[in-house]
């Protein structure tokens, strides 16, 4: 395995500090459909188990992520939102992100919880956005559960996400530092060779088709002695433009255990850094298409059978779990091929 960073893990990475479990890259929740793989990481590591609770904060108030419906009437734009409600189309307008969530919810509410919050997150007006990022992201709820997910597996690894990666990849040779593109093929793989592609294709052909857009978020962590719990759920998502974050996490939500410690760590999480973490899904489909452009000559290689897997490479907007699973499908692949 060729990693160019000097650590592995990728995004998903725990830190510790005096015993408190922080996330530089972001928070990560497992969770998942897919039974074999949850098997398959709870072989490796022991989760406990943990539902994912997100709040957004709106001036004083402070709501369920998702919205519920019997939240909504402690806005002072209530009667407003009430009357947008009784007229949503039966079916939400897939033309672009913003008709989907107007859609959805009305007008008066995606103002005030959706606009500002995605122009920031993405830094573009949110009807430049396709359609694909609100679907499954963004509900208005209506059944009083408040988890984010409603897979059938969901959890966090008790000793971080470090320690699942390391088990992970314990057979395997691991060479740090080394960024590969396809000029380095010929160093580091026999002729005839499968070899498994985890980057962005556009880093691998060394940008020979043009870039792909990304758009990285840039995390800083706080230390904060002598509390327990700093906020109400481990994401607290700020809509308002006046905050220069998106959301803060804390971690420690995750392991019951340590709710009773008298410490904790916040992270602030601020948009637009020069990071591969979100793939663009732009409403024209640029980006779509040069993608596409690239796994073909992904495809055509002749040297190696080459294989896409994971967020960066199939540059979709992918879970763990679902990593894992293409991960599982290249092997594999893999197999059958070599
Ligand atoms: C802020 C944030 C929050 C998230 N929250 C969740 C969550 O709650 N639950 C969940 O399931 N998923 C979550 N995810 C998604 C999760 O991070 C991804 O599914 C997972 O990281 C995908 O792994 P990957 O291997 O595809 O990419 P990465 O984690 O990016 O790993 C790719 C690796 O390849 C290396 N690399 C890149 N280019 C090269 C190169 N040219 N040569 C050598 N090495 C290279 C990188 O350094 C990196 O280590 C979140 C993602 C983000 C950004």
């Known amino acids: 395995m060729y990693e160019q960073a000097d650590v592995v893990g990728g995004h998903v990475r725990t830190e510790w500090l005096r015993g408190i479990p922080y996330e530089p890259h972001g928070a990560h929740i497992f969770h998942t459909d897919d039974s074999a793989v949850w098997n398959l990481v709870s072989k490796f ?60 919810m009305g007008q008066t509410l995606y103002d005030l919880c959706i606009r500002n919050y995605t122009m920031k997150q993405w830094g573009r007006d949110p009807d430049k956005l396709s359609a694909s990022v609100a679907v499954n992201r963004v509900e208005l709820r209506g059944d009083s559960y408040r988890g984010l997910f409603r897979d059938r597996h969901q959890g966090w690894p008790e000793r971080g996400y470090a320690d699942l990666v390391e088990a992970l990849l314990e057979p395997a040779e691991i060479h740090l530092g080394q960024p590969i593109t396809c000029t380095d093929l010929a160093e580091i793989a026999r002729p005839g060779e499968p070899v498994v592609i985890t980057s962005a294709l556009d880093d691998f052909f060394n940008g020979e088709l043009g870039p792909l857009e990304w758009r990285g978020v840039r995390l800083e962590s706080e230390f904060i002695p002598g509390t327990k719990l700093a906020q109400a759920s481990m994401v607290v998502n700020e809509p308002d433009l006046a905050v220069p974050w998106t959301r803060t996490i804390e971690t420690k939500w995750a392991l019951e255990k340590l709710h009773d410690v008298p410490r904790t760590i916040i992270m602030r999480e601020y948009p637009g850094a020069a990071a591969k973490h979100y793939p663009v899904p732009d409403s024209a489909g640029r980006n779509k298409a040069l993608q596409a452009s690239y796994e073909a000559k992904l495809a055509a290689h002749t040297r190696n059978p080459l294989m896409a897997a994971g967020r960066l490479a199939t540059y979709s907007y992918i879970n763990m779990d679902q990593a894992v699973r293409q991960g599982l499908d290249a092997a594999r692949r893999v197999a059958g091929t070599h």
């Open 45 to 104: 590591t022991d989760f406990v188990p943990y539902q994912h609770r997100v709040t957004i904060r709106m001036r004083s108030h402070q709501l369920s992520w998702p919205l519920q419906r019997d939240e909504l009437p402690q806005l002072e734009e209530w009667p407003q939102v009430e009357r947008e409600l009784s007229l949503l189309p039966p079916e939400p307008d897939t033309t672009n992100f913003e008709t989907y969530c107007r859609s959805l």
